[in-house]
């Protein structure tokens, strides 16, 4: 596996994982939704967040392969 691959591997389990945790988010109790606003790192909404981190995923995976194609 090259690196560009293991690189694009991790990116999608990035992917993966903020989808995941934005579903869990949504299903949180109050104060779990509360404390996890404790030192949020992000200006916008984690909804937003993660719909962008799924925009950059799919171009870089876009990206990538056509570097793997030239």
Known sequence: MTHNEKLLNALIQFKNSAYEIREFWEQADSITD????????????FCEVVEKIGDWVMTQKSLLNQNKTN
């Not at 404390?35 to 909404?45: A, E, G, S």
């Open 34 to 45: 509360s404390n996890l606003c404790d030192d949020y790192p992000f200006d916008n909404d």
